[in-house]
Structures are given as C-alpha cells and as structure tokens.
C-alpha cells in the first residue's frame, strides 16, 4: 500500500510540475514533438521500403528459355534439372504459344502481325518462369542452369533488378540512421529539461531530504514527469501519422509511381507504427528523465 501512495503521490507532482513550470515544459513538448514527427516519417519510410524490397524479390522471375529443337522429353528434362538446384521456389512452363497470345493481347500491332502465325511460323521459343528462394544467389544459379542441355538464354532483367534493391537497402539504412540519430537527440532533450526543472526546485528538494525522504521517492516524479512528457508529445505525431498516411495512400493509390512499388496498406500498419511511436516517446522521456536524475540531482 505504501509503495501505491508513493506511485500515486508521485504521478500527481509530475503532473503538477509540468504545469507549474508550463514555459519549460511547452518547450520540452514541442521538440519532443517535431522530433517524434521526423521519426514517424523516417520509420514509415524506412518500413515502406523494406516492403517494395521484398516485393520486388518476390516478383522476380527468371525465363529460361528452351531451344527450338527441343522435344517433349527433352523439356521434361530440363524442367527436372532445374528443380534440383537448391535455389528453386517455383517453376511455371510456359508455351511458345502461350507467348505469342500474351504479346498480342498486350499490343494492336503484334495482333495483326502474330495472327497470322501458325504453329510451325511461330518463332517464339517455349520456356520456364523460374522463381528464386534467394535473390542474393540468383546469379549462381543462373550460371547453373545455362549449363543444362537445351537451355538456350537465361533472362531476369540482370543488373536492373540488384540495383534496385541496392539502392532501396541503402535507403532504408539511412532511415534507420535517422531515426536512431532522432532518439538520441531526443534522450538529451528531456535531460536537458528535467535538468532545468531540477535546478528550480533545489529548494524544494532539500526540504524533502531534511523531512527524511528517500532517494526513490525523490527522483520517482521527476522520471514520471519524463514519462509523461514524452506521452504528451507524441499525441500530435501519432494523429499526424493516422491521418497523414492514410491519405498519401489514397492518393497514390497503394502504388508509388509503379505498380512495382506498392506501399504498405494502411491497416493495420498506422496501427503498429502509432504504438511503435507512443511506446518510444515513453521511453526516451523515461530514460532521459533517468539519466537527469542521476547525474544532476545530488541526492
């Protein structure tokens, strides 16, 4: 019961000294809030590329393509070579014709030109989408198959695909970079704050000491206030966050640019991200309200 009072009795001053120093407190808020914002954005963008990352791995396919020559044995045999390499997902077989009727539902022009193919005119070749379990070692396994018998050409769209992903993966590495650059401002913000906030009530404090208070009971409402002031500050972030992105997502239409690169739906993902955002704002106000204390306030 006694530690419940002191919990209690501790909530009520933090509460009462973030409107009692109101100036310091706004301050303390504001930052926090333009900070926590800055991260919401750079998380949601870090989140959103790490995504289009995994959907363009799965979306990569390689066309094996078979020679014209080849019979049916010949193609049952290069399909079962390929699904004995450790690097396969999936394999689809894919007609020459199948091909040709693709391309001319795709374009006017290839309608009038292939429609007049028959079966022997047709110079597409059979072939087999190829899915990968590992991106990172679709190149080996290119290499592998090209080496089966009737295997003709190998096509991924090399070179274009591992740029692509470079690039995402750097991108979301200074996100990350940004957000961890963020939390740490952040901690140092609140130190700063509650440090101010300590030094106007020294008096105050001594007079607690002389009284016999605890070292616990001193420095509980000052992390509490911590705790607090982060919560406060990361209301607007969490509202700008709800409907900020919900509406970039609408606008767009789930897709930035390109079908390929499709952003994360927004439910229940502002969900997690809001919490994400919320929970960070308690604890950097924890922990910089902590390290206040302990450094700043001789007790």
């Excluded at 404090?205 to 409402?221: D, E, H, Q, T, Y």
Aim: net charge neutral; charged share 20%.
């Amino acid at each position: 019961m006694k530690f419940f009072r002191m919990l209690f009795r501790s909530i009520r001053d933090a509460f009462k000294s973030v409107f009692r120093n109101f100036s310091l407190s706004m301050a303390s808020i504001s930052c926090i809030t333009i900070t926590l914002i800055i991260v919401a954005v750079s998380l949601i963008a870090s989140l959103n590329v790490d995504h289009f990352t995994e959907v363009i791995k799965q979306d990569v396919t390689m066309v094996v393509f078979i020679e014209n020559d080849a019979t049916e044995s010949d193609l049952a045999k290069v399909k079962s070579a390929i699904e004995r390499l450790d690097n396969i997902e999936e394999i689809t077989f894919k007609s020459k014709e199948e091909s040709k009727q693709e391309m001319m539902d795709s374009d006017e022009i290839f309608k009038q030109t292939m429609g007049e193919w028959d079966i022997k005119d047709n110079p597409l070749r059979d072939s087999y989408l190829v899915k990968v379990t590992k991106l990172e070692k679709i190149d080996s396994t290119v290499e592998e198959i090209k080496k089966i018998d009737k295997v003709a050409v190998v096509s991924y769209g090399e070179g274009t695909v591992e740029q692509l992903v470079g690039t995402f993966s750097i991108i979301e590495k200074i996100a990350y970079g940004i957000v961890i650059a963020l939390v740490i401002v952040t901690v140092f913000l609140i130190i700063n704050t509650i440090k101010l906030t300590i030094f106007s009530r020294k008096r105050e404090i001594s007079i607690m000491r002389l009284v016999g208070a605890s070292n616990f009971s001193i420095k509980l409402p000052f992390v509490i206030e911590g705790m607090v002031l982060g919560l406060l500050g990361s209301i607007l972030p969490v509202l700008g966050l709800t409907y900020g992105y919900v509406a970039f997502y609408n606008y767009f239409k789930g897709n930035l640019f390109s079908p390929l690169i499709q952003l994360i739906k927004p439910e229940p993902f502002i969900f997690y991200v809001a919490g994400v955002i919320i929970l960070l704002g308690i604890i950097v106000g924890t922990i910089g309200s902590y390290h206040a204390v302990r450094r700043y306030l001789k007790v």
